[in-house]
């Protein structure tokens, strides 16, 4: 039975002597294979029919492989292969959701199975005796905000990027800026849920969801919203930037050295200046407590500290301390992005919201679902709340618009012919998850188009990059501007036209 076997298995045939002999003499049966194709078991349904034919002509010949038999099972497969596996998870052995959308939603996929109850003997049905059935209730059908081709396009320039940077890892989140829904999240790199023993461990679940990491200068904009909707400043107010400031027991600085700036406040966050954005949001408060206690208050408005509402599995929320406990460095390291964390998702969210007139839709995965009977179910209609004014929103847009257009600004890689593109970079001191400290750095770009009509939000954050560039708006730049021009492509999104409406960004003494 071995030798007839083992080719068609592809097993070795002492092995599956092995299992044909087993030490267990009381065991009924044995497992010889599992989760084989139909093809499979159609050569051994064959060879099985010429081995009985011949038994019947010859009686000297026995056929071996008559106990040998088949179980139905079923087979989760993936068609798009590993394409937002980070998403969709996968299945375990049993068949129930191992990670991602499959497990979070799993009862509601799998239905319930039937049950048949009935009097028997011998093991077979006494026909006299009453039995009752209670039918199996079909699983429904989830429908995703998910954008095929947007996905694909977010998971390839990611994949490049990552591969070419030599980096730990990276993910791009595109979102519907008006509904919240999610129309692509891409990790890098990835699995293919239809064979989970060639997968990465370290790549398994949706790490644009379960990572913690500080943001960096993309969290400046929710400094700016701060301060322009407590009316402390405006896009023309002058900043003067020296080259080192000393606040509490550190000196900071910029990211290069330079004489002194004279800056705009449109020019701190175009020229991305920490010590810019905290002179700036020292104007929170009479105190450095009150203004902390202003800025933290922002910071929670626009979704950090907490859950993103997805109800993701593994789902982390960052890292915002209260105000109270902020350190003597963390009171001027959070304005610029640094000692607090954020996923990806909260990270795009971010610039929604601004898109978004200042209202910050919850995101969605979930358009809803599609019962058995054929019934279309749409999921709950997310929350929304204000954060900022339109006004300030607007104001926001414009700065951002001066990041990408100015020729001073650090985003100049992302710009797109024929679109106003507002955005921000970040390049953040990174946190290794092995050791704890810092080592390397996380890159990132965020941003919408058009400027002046928002649609879509890109972003997108590369962690450790070790090969080339490390500044975000030199490597996330560039797969925003490819991501973003596909997605408003497909979605066909056509530039409004107008001309941008800059600010300055510098002032003369």
């Keep these: 039975m071995a030798a007839l076997l083992a080719p068609i298995l592809g097993q070795d045939q002492d092995r599956l002597a092995g299992k044909l002999r087993p030490d267990n003499k009381a065991l009924r049966y044995v497992k010889l294979a599992s989760r084989q194709t139909p093809q499979v078991w159609q050569q051994i349904k064959d060879l099985k029919s010429a081995l009985a034919k011949k038994a019947e002509t010859d009686r000297s010949s026995v056929n071996v492989l008559a106990g040998v038999l088949s179980v139905p099972t079923s087979k989760r497969v993936y068609p798009n292969n590993g394409l937002a596996a980070g998403i969709l998870g996968w299945v375990n052995a049993e068949g129930r959701g191992g990670g991602g959308i499959e497990l979070q939603l799993d009862k509601r996929l799998a239905g319930q199975d039937g049950k048949i109850r009935y009097a028997q003997s011998g093991g077979r049905l006494v026909p006299t005796v009453d039995s009752s059935e209670t039918p199996a209730v079909p699983g429904s059908d989830v429908e995703l905000t998910i954008d095929r081709d947007i996905q694909w396009a977010a998971q390839n320039a990611i994949s490049e990027q990552v591969e070419k940077s030599k980096a730990d890892r990276g993910y791009v989140i595109v979102q519907d800026t008006r509904t919240g829904e999610v129309l692509a999240m891409a990790n890098a790199p990835g699995f293919d849920p239809n064979d989970l023993s060639e997968a990465d461990p370290a790549a398994l679940g949706n790490a644009a969801l379960q990572d913690a990491f500080e943001p960096g200068s993309t969290a400046k904009v929710m400094s700016m919203a701060a301060v322009l909707e407590e009316g402390a400043a405006t896009p023309r107010t002058r900043v003067v930037v020296p080259n080192r400031l000393h606040r509490g027991d550190r000196l900071f600085k910029d990211d290069v050295d330079h004489p002194t700036w004279y800056l705009t406040l449109n020019g701190v966050l175009a020229k991305s200046s920490n010590i810019g954005t905290i002179l700036a949001t020292g104007q929170l408060g ?73 209202v910050r839709v919850e995101p969605a995965l979930v358009r809803g679902t599609k019962e058995p009977d054929g019934s279309f179910t749409a999921a709950p209609k997310p929350e929304k709340t204000r954060v900022v004014s339109e006004k300030t929103a607007k104001t926001l847009a414009r700065m951002l618009e001066s990041v990408v257009d100015d020729e001073e600004g650090t985003g100049t890689k992302a710009r797109i012919p024929g679109y106003r593109v507002a955005g921000k970079t970040g390049t953040a001191n990174r946190v290794d998850p092995a050791t704890g400290k810092y080592h390397g750095y996380t890159s990132s770009f965020a941003g919408f188009a058009p400027a002046d009509q928002p649609r879509i939000t890109v972003s997108c954050v590369i962690q450790n990059a070790t090969e080339g560039s490390y500044f975000g708006g030199q490597i996330c730049g560039p797969v925003y501007k490819q991501v973003m021009e596909f997605a408003l492509k497909t979605l066909q999104v056509p530039p409004t036209g107008a001309e941008p409406a800059n600010f300055p960004v510098t002032f003369k003494r």
Excluded: C
């Design 286 to 358: 009479k105190t450095q407590a009150a203004a902390n206690k202003v800025l933290h208050d922002y910071l929670r408005a626009f979704g950090l500290g907490s859950h993103t509402g997805l109800g993701f599995p593994g789902e982390t929320k960052g890292i915002l301390a209260p105000p109270g406990s902020w350190s003597t460095s963390q009171q001027y390291t959070i304005p610029f992005g640094q000692g607090v964390s954020v996923n990806a998702m909260q990270a795009a969210s971010v610039y929604s919201t601004i898109a978004n007139g200042g």
